[in-house]
């Protein structure tokens, strides 16, 4: 895209208050942001059907002097502006396909927004112990068997939080939406984590810099959650929230949604019970099923040697054990000890040792089996 379509483009989105819908309607009648910005107030007229009051803005240009220091400051920064109307840009194509989506955003950081497999994962601010818990372990365990995994959200504080930092544990790309302008992260606290967001994923938003963090702008920050993705995962939730107006735009735009199921008693688990009751999302159940749901398959495991391996004399136990574990698909301890030969005092060490090299897992009934 020219630099001077851009900086019109930047100028609009400022002068129609991030309304996408209407700039795109704007730049579709008149072919372009700049010729809109060098038409005379008859022609404008004649284009929108009505004398609307933004056409002021349009006509003194003031925005436009705005939008080339904004460009020049982005640039400066290592920020891009990506625009919808460049159909050969890295705008996402799936955000795109939303019929209010924001005709730029502002990114920074490497992760790419196109060809992802894409998961957004939104919950309260106030998250409990089992809301963090399942988060990491649903994250986790979708970047052990899913390739190109990126996780979305909006660096609030509880479950989004908890996703950014488990998906950077587990080396995987995370996408940061805020709610305000790149050059000030709200929350403040979560500063660090932006800036380690940048260097293995990237941070975008739709507002340009000095823009304050309203409640209108969670709001529209919410529909790039919701829209960037294949799917949305509500980890926990009270009935209302930012999280349930997310789940909302998710259904609108056709997305898949999900939602992790809690306990009737507990009012944070709330909101999800309530979309899985009435059918409006489904039961997360584990992340095999959750990967088959949005249509992305899981990697095909990695072929254990186990039998062949060459251990030190030392580990001599845990190959033992490993050639005993496959004879069936889950045994108990006693059963693993008659096989071996090895006390159940002395197995226990052995078994956690192979559980935390990813050889064994344990399983319900505390079975142990192959990997």
Known sequence: MEESELIYMVALNRILRFNGKAALKMISLSGSAERLFNMEREELISLAGKDYGFFDLIINQKEVESAVKEVEWCRSQGISILCSTDVNGEYPESLRECLDHPILIYKKGEASLKNKKMLSVVGTRRATDYGRSICRKIISDLSNITDCLCIVSGLAFGIDAQAHRQALECGVDTIGVLAGGLDKVYPASHAYMAKEICSKGALISEFPRESECNKFNFIQRNRIIAGISQGTLIVESN????????????????????????????????????????????????SQDLAHLLG?????????????????????????????LESDSSLEIDRVADLTGISVKDLAPALLELELEGRVAVVAGKRYMLL
């Open 296 to 324: 992305w398959g899981c990697k095909a495991p990695e072929k254990r040697h186990s039998v062949k391996s060459l251990f030190h004399p030392q580990d001599f136990a845990k190959e033992k054990i490993l050639v005993a």
């Open 239 to 286: 009935l209302k929230g930012g999280s349930m107006i997310t789940a909302s735009l998710a259904s609108s735009y056709g997305r898949e949604l999900i939602a992790v199921p809690g306990r009737v008693s507990d009012k944070l688990s709330g909101g999800c019970n309530m979309l899985i009751s009435r059918n409006m999302a489904s039961i997360y159940t584990n």
